[in-house]
């Protein structure tokens, strides 16, 4: 699935942009790549977009792109959230009819418990509209709590990763049939695999890149699809070989514009 390419300023406002534009100066391009993975019983969906807290960005997004795949917002069963930046959760909740709704009614939602602890024990969330979006969500929506290490479900486990944030997860899905990967912003994108960095925007940039190679790693070894949820161009790859020389190689699963 897909919410959008964006060009995002020091301000941390999201604009849209089309797929192929250019960010405005000192400007980062990314994509939101909220991932749907649907079982006999579930439809999970792995981060779920920024929601209303960026430019033409509300729930009508997701719905079209849940149409799409003949579902709608009631069919949701799940949601995983790899870590509490609203990029990665504004879509759990909007304010499209003047009051705050759960875009997904009947949806579980999971998250770090340490993770939900600390940012409901700010005073502020960022500001006063997504503090009040978090008091919302912690009132309204049915969350499940998951701690450093857990098993959700006996398709899904998680772990605390760190690194992007103190409590940051990699979700890993595993049916016997497909096998999913996704770490968030610590593998956010296809070219990040093979990268060597230190991002100003991580808690712990050094834990960031020893979990990242670690990851991939695991990844290339036991056969998970990763993926990318700000890759804007490849967001569902495979690492299929590695040389010493160059690192992995990949082989893209599923590159789409969407309609």
């Not at 909220?34 to 779920?48: A, E, H, V």
């Not at 579980?108 to 919302?136: C, H, I, N, P, Q």
Request: hydrophobic share 35%; proline share 4%; charged share 30%.
């Amino acid at each position: 699935m897909y919410e959008g390419t964006f060009s995002v300023g020091l301000d941390r406002k999201f604009n849209r942009i089309p797929r192929d534009g250019k960010p405005a100066k000192g400007a980062l391009k990314i994509s939101l790549n909220p991932f749907l993975i649907s079982t006999n019983d579930k439809n999970i969906l792995i981060d779920c977009g920024i929601g209303e807290f960026g430019e033409e960005t509300g729930p009508d997004i997701i719905r079209e792109n849940l149409s799409d795949h003949g579902l709608q917002d009631y069919d949701i069963t799940d949601v995983f959230i790899s870590h509490l930046h609203y990029d990665h959760l504004g879509g759990l909740a909007h304010k499209q009819n003047g009051y705050w709704e759960l875009t997904f009614p009947d949806a579980k939602v999971w998250a770090s418990r340490a993770g939900w602890e600390k940012a409901t024990a700010k005073e502020v969330f960022y500001d006063e509209e997504k503090t009040e979006f978090l008091a919302f969500l912690d009132a309204k929506a049915e969350l499940h709590f998951m701690d450093d290490t857990d098993q959700p479900y006996p398709e899904i486990k998680v772990e605390t990763i760190g690194g992007h944030t103190e409590h940051h997860l990699v979700i890993l899905f595993d049916d016997g049939n497909e096998k999913y990967m996704m770490a968030g912003d610590v593998i956010a994108t296809k070219g990040q695999v093979n990268r060597k960095f230190a991002a100003k925007y991580d808690f712990d940039p050094e834990t960031s890149q020893k979990q990242r190679e670690r990851l991939a790693k695991i990844a290339f070894e036991e056969g998970y699809t990763i993926l990318g949820y700000h890759d804007d161009q490849t967001p569902i790859f495979r690492l299929t070989g590695h040389d010493d020389k160059t690192g992995y190689i990949t082989e893209v699963l599923e590159s789409y514009v969407p309609s």
